[in-house]
């Protein structure tokens, strides 16, 4: 992989991190509810309201956390490189997602 590409990646992923970090801040704020006493199935939908949003949260701190161990790869002159076989990533995975830990065929199993 050439300087310029591995750059490339590197910039979309640091992109993509601020992106990301945005979203979970917002949906990691509480939402007011306010201090109505509610019908059950009102208080029912606030209690799903929010586990929904812990959950969006929870999914977007994993994705930050894939972007981040590939910005250590690239620091560490390892990107590209499959975590399960350490043969190569194709820039066709690549390109799709930037933060891949493993090649076609690890995600496929077939190693």
């Not at 930050?64 to 620091?75: F, G, P, Q, S």
């Amino acid at each position: 992989m050439t300087k310029e590409k591995r750059a490339t990646y590197e910039k979309r992923l640091k992109e993509e991190k601020i992106k990301l970090t945005a979203e979970v801040g917002k949906y990691s704020e509480a939402e007011d509810f306010g201090s109505d006493i509610d019908h059950m199935e009102e208080e029912s939908d606030e209690s799903q309201s929010y586990a929904n949003r812990m959950s969006i949260a929870s999914s977007l701190k994993a994705r930050v956390n894939e972007i981040d161990m590939a910005l250590n790869k690239i620091i560490m002159g390892t990107y590209g490189v499959c975590g399960k076989c350490g043969g190569e990533i194709s820039e066709k995975v690549l390109d799709m997602a930037p933060e891949s830990e493993l090649c076609v065929d690890c995600k496929k199993g077939e190693r």
